[in-house]
Every structure is written in C-alpha cells, then in structure tokens.
C-alpha cells in the first residue's frame, strides 16, 4: 500500500478502537470484537483481525477480565483454521501471557492452557502443544504443585530430545531445575541446570533467557555457600533483566546480589552498591530491606535483625530464596551471641542467658542443645537446675606431641641399628 493510498474500512475501524482503548475500554473491546468476527476474509482483513486480537488482550488484561480472554481463545478455534499453524501459536501464547497479568489468575491460566492442549491433540499441532506443555509445568510449579510439574515435565522431555527442539529443550530443563531446587534436591537441579546450558549454548539465546539461567545458576551456587561465584551469575542475570525492560525481576536479582554481599561478611559493599549507579537508579523499599538487614548484620545485633525482618516483612519473608538465607544469616548471629555471652562463665543459669538476649527460655536451651551436639563448644545442660555447665576446652599438650615424635624418632634409629648389626654378623659368619 503506497504512502497517499487511503487505509481500508478495516483499518480505520482498527485505528479508531485503538483511541478508545485508553479513554474508554470497554467500548473499544467492543470495537474490536466486531472486527474480529467480521466476515470479510481477504489478507488484508486477516492481518487487521490479527491486529484486533492481540489489542483486544492488552484490553481486557487492563480491565482484568480473565474470562474474557479465556472465552476469546474459545471463540477463535474457528479462526485459527484459516491462518498458519505459526501465527495460531503466537496468537494463542500471546492471550495466555495476557491472562498472566489478570491478578491471581493462576487458576485460569492452567484451565486454558488444559483446555488449549486438549484442542492441541484433536487438532495434531505438536508444536503449539508441547509449548503449552511448557508454559502448564511452569504454573504448576508457582502453585507448588511440584509433582504434577516434575510428571508432566519428564514427558515433555522424553518427546523433544527426540525432535531436538532446543530452544525449548533450555526452557523445559530450567522449569525442571527450578522445581527440584523447590524441592531441596540440588544434585537434581544442577543436572537440569547443565542440561539448559548445554541446549542454550548450541543456539541463540534471548537475553530473557539466559538472564533466568543466570539466576539459576547463582541460586544453586548460593545454597552451595559459594556466594562469590553466585554474586557474578546474579550480577550477569540482574544486567540482562535490565537491558530486556524487566524492572521487577532487575530488582530482585539485585536484591539476590545484595544478599551473596551480606552473607560473604561484607556488609559494607552493600551500601557501597547502593550508594552507585545501580542502587540510585532502582531505589525502593526493596533494597531499603537489604540496607537495614546489612546494617544490623554489621553491628552484630541479634535484636536489630528481628526487627528488621519484622518491619520488612513484604520484602524478605515473601521471598523464598531471601528468607532461606536469612534463616541461616539469623541462626548464625544467634550462635554468635550466646557464645559472647557464656564466655566469661563456666556455670551460668539459661534463664540468665535467655534474659541477656531478650529471647524465650524455650528457644535459648534448643539452642545451646544443638551448639553442644555440633560441638561450638564444650559443655552440658542441667535441666534439673536450669543451668549450662561450660567444661574448658581441651588445650593439645606439646609436651606429650613431642614426646611421641622423640620415641618414634628413637624407634627408628633402633631399627636402623638392628639393620646394620644383622648386616655385620651375616659378614663375620660369611
């Protein structure tokens, strides 16, 4: 179509709703439903009807009518016999990631995509249905339903190492890494992990993708207590966030980097990368979290910290990943602290102790149980009279070391003598 050719009937109905679509929604979703179910069916009309599809979703999200849009990717089965097989799967990926931003539509997401797989097989597309395939493993895994995930993913996996379909090999083995490590099991998620690198580095990667294999990576080498090689992948994945316009996800990667600074004990580069180009640029309550838990973990204060995960709740209990380190963060610090303060003592009331650290009674001897069995240090509960008895720690005596060493070194100049005495007398008899 030339410059100065005036737009087709179509077209101008589709510019016209798009006007509407920011002032008053519902009319315009209106407007484009009327274009979708028009009856002309030239090429024209086709690309405009594909048009009015993908913003009718973006209206509907808006308007957070999730059944709208489940009924919309009904409506168009018949549609989607008279266009390509690959406009259909992008048509029908696009609505289901539309439906993702309806609030707490998890639900409906797996009932469409079931419903979508269903149509998927009466229909023999194997391409769209494995990527639906995908997309339903994954929502099983955010609703924790870990082992629907790990069955569904191990069939999907089986079926397209034979058709070696790798770019959505790397998206299949990441969702089954991310589930095993849900499920505590990392040798199983570092396998799946290494199975998604090796796809990925056969083929172009999108950023996106690779940024979420980074993370991977630094969660799985976090959980390893190697928090300097998770720092680099969680820096690798939180620049790729960025650059892809992912703000939400940039953040919580920082906040990850962050993290692997506090737990290497140097809570000062925390506020070091807060006070750069980084931290200025993704301000918020966030990283205001991690700025008070560096805090307090640098002050060694055991009451601070409570507080600050107290008064910062939304940010790093909601977290799964930040609260799982947290909880060792904070069960080191506790050990810490009760063993200052039993230190001058070689018998002290636990009551004496729960009441210097402002901590239940309870928790305070569960503690000192552990601490013992793990052998921090050496001593034993009195339950009868709710004390803790501090035995001194064995000093090694160097006298008896070298004692051992002068009579092993003895022995052997013995045997050495026996040696040569026995090589004298064979001579003499000789």
Same mark, same amino acid.
């Given at each position: @179509?030339?410059?100065?050719?005036?737009?087709? %009937?179509?077209?101008?109905?589709? &510019?016209?709703?798009?006007?509407?679509?920011?002032?008053?929604?519902?009319?315009?979703?209106?407007?484009?439903?009327?274009?979708?179910?028009?009856?002309?069916?030239?090429?024209?009309?086709?690309?405009?009807?594909?048009?009015?599809?993908?913003?009718?979703?973006?209206?509907?999200?808006?308007?957070?009518?999730?059944?709208?849009?489940?009924?919309?990717?009904?409506?168009?089965?018949?549609?989607?016999?008279?266009? %390509?097989?690959?406009?259909?799967?992008?048509?029908?990926?696009?609505?289901?990631?539309?439906?993702?931003?309806?609030?707490?539509?998890? !639900?409906? *997401?797996? #009932?469409?995509?079931?419903?979508?797989?269903?149509?998927?097989?009466?229909?023999?597309?194997?391409?769209? =249905?494995?990527?639906? *395939?995908?997309?339903?493993? /994954?929502?099983?895994?955010?609703?924790? *339903?870990?082992?629907?995930?790990?069955?569904?993913?191990?069939?999907?996996?089986?079926?397209?190492?034979?058709?070696?379909?790798?770019?959505?090999?790397?998206?299949?083995?990441?969702?089954?890494?991310?589930?095993?490590?849900?499920?505590? #099991?990392?040798?199983?998620?570092?396998?799946?992990?290494?199975? !998604?690198?090796?796809?990925?580095?056969?083929?172009?990667?999108?950023?996106?993708?690779?940024? $979420?294999?980074?993370?991977?990576?630094?969660?799985?080498? /976090?959980?390893?207590?190697?928090?300097?090689?998770?720092?680099?992948?969680?820096?690798?994945?939180?620049?790729?966030?960025?650059?892809?316009?992912?703000?939400?996800?940039?953040?919580?990667?920082?906040?990850?980097? +962050?993290?692997?600074?506090?737990? @290497? #004990?140097? %809570?000062?580069?925390?506020?070091?990368?807060?006070?750069?180009?980084?931290?200025?640029?993704?301000?918020? %309550?966030?990283?205001?979290?991690?700025?008070?838990?560096?805090?307090?973990?640098? $002050?060694?204060?055991?009451?601070?910290?409570?507080?600050?995960? !107290? &008064?910062?709740?939304?940010?790093?209990?909601?977290?799964?990943?930040?609260?799982?380190?947290?909880?060792?963060?904070?069960?080191?610090?506790? *050990?810490?602290?009760?063993? =200052?303060?039993?230190?001058?003592?070689?018998?002290?009331?636990?009551?004496?102790?729960?009441?210097?650290?402002?901590?239940?009674?309870?928790?305070?001897?569960?503690?000192?149980?552990?601490?013992?069995?793990?052998?921090?240090?050496?001593?034993?509960?009195?339950?009868?009279?709710?004390?803790?008895?501090?035995?001194?720690?064995?000093?090694?005596?160097? /006298?008896?070391?070298?004692?051992?060493?002068?009579?092993?070194?003895?022995?052997?100049?013995?045997?050495?003598?026996?040696? =040569?005495?026995?090589? +004298? !007398? /064979?001579?003499?008899?000789?």
């Amino acid at each position: @179509m030339g410059a100065d050719t005036a737009p087709s %009937p179509l077209e101008a109905k589709l &510019a016209a709703a798009a006007e509407l679509s920011g002032t008053k929604p519902a009319e315009a979703a209106a407007a484009y439903e009327q274009l979708i179910v028009s009856a002309e069916t030239g090429e024209d009309a086709v690309k405009v009807k594909e048009q009015a599809i993908y913003q009718l979703g973006e209206v509907y999200a808006k308007m957070g009518a999730g059944d709208k849009l489940g009924a919309l990717l009904t409506n168009l089965r018949p549609f989607f016999a008279v266009i %390509p097989k690959a406009k259909t799967a992008k048509i029908v990926r696009s609505l289901i990631d539309q439906v993702a931003k309806v609030p707490e539509s998890s !639900a409906l *997401q797996m #009932n469409l995509c079931r419903e979508s797989i269903e149509w998927c097989k009466a229909e023999k597309r194997s391409f769209l =249905r494995q990527r639906i *395939q995908s997309r339903l493993a /994954a929502l099983l895994l955010g609703s924790k *339903q870990y082992t629907d995930a790990l069955a569904l993913l191990s069939e999907l996996l089986t079926e397209v190492k034979k058709l070696d379909d790798k770019p959505l090999l790397v998206e299949i083995s990441l969702t089954e890494s991310e589930t095993h490590h849900a499920l505590r #099991n990392l040798p199983r998620a570092k396998a799946s992990l290494t199975a !998604a690198r090796t796809a990925a580095n056969a083929i172009y990667c999108p950023p996106l993708l690779q940024a $979420q294999i980074d993370l991977m990576s630094g969660t799985i080498h /976090a959980d390893e207590k190697d928090f300097k090689t998770a720092f680099s992948y969680f820096f690798e994945a939180f620049e790729n966030f960025d650059t892809a316009g992912q703000p939400t996800k940039a953040v919580d990667t920082l906040k990850y980097m +962050l993290l692997s600074k506090i737990m @290497m #004990n140097s %809570p000062e580069e925390v506020m070091a990368i807060m006070a750069g180009k980084i931290g200025l640029r993704h301000q918020g %309550p966030g990283l205001e979290a991690m700025r008070a838990v560096a805090k307090a973990h640098k $002050q060694r204060s055991l009451e601070e910290f409570e507080a600050t995960i !107290a &008064a910062h709740s939304a940010q790093l209990n909601e977290d799964a990943i930040i609260k799982h380190h947290l909880g060792s963060l904070y069960d080191m610090l506790l *050990q810490e602290n009760i063993v =200052r303060v039993i230190e001058p003592y070689s018998t002290v009331e636990t009551a004496h102790i729960a009441k210097l650290m402002k901590l239940p009674l309870g928790k305070i001897e569960h503690k000192l149980s552990q601490m013992i069995l793990d052998k921090r240090f050496n001593g034993i509960l009195d339950a009868g009279a709710g004390c803790l008895i501090v035995y001194p720690s064995d000093a090694s005596d160097k /006298a008896y070391d070298e004692s051992l060493e002068t009579l092993n070194n003895m022995g052997r100049v013995v045997d050495a003598l026996g040696l =040569r005495a026995s090589g +004298l !007398a /064979a001579a003499v008899k000789a």
